[in-house]
């Protein structure tokens, strides 16, 4: 038994980006701020580095001060959204990280 709580188990025992990748969408915005350390040795040990980048651009997009609209700044929000999309095609399986 870990120490792991079951959904982050889930990104542990990922066997592939695909799947990390379906993960890091799907899972509760909440559990990412509260465990980013874990989730991110777990990305940085399984060399997925699309997955870091937009689990960066996700931390920084909950973290950013936000404007009188309640939005964060623009050019967090585009990161946000350039990252997620790179995201959303590996969990597709439409891109395989290192692919030539």
Known sequence: MTSM??????????????????WLLEVPLAVIIRDQVTIHRLLSAAGFHEGLAYFAAEVAALSATRGRDGLAPNTIRMSREYARIGIQIIARGG??????
């Open 5 to 22: 709580l079951p959904i982050i188990e889930e990104l542990a025992d990922a066997l592939d980006d695909k799947a990390r990748a379906r």
């Open 95 to 100: 891109a395989e990280e290192g692919a030539a």
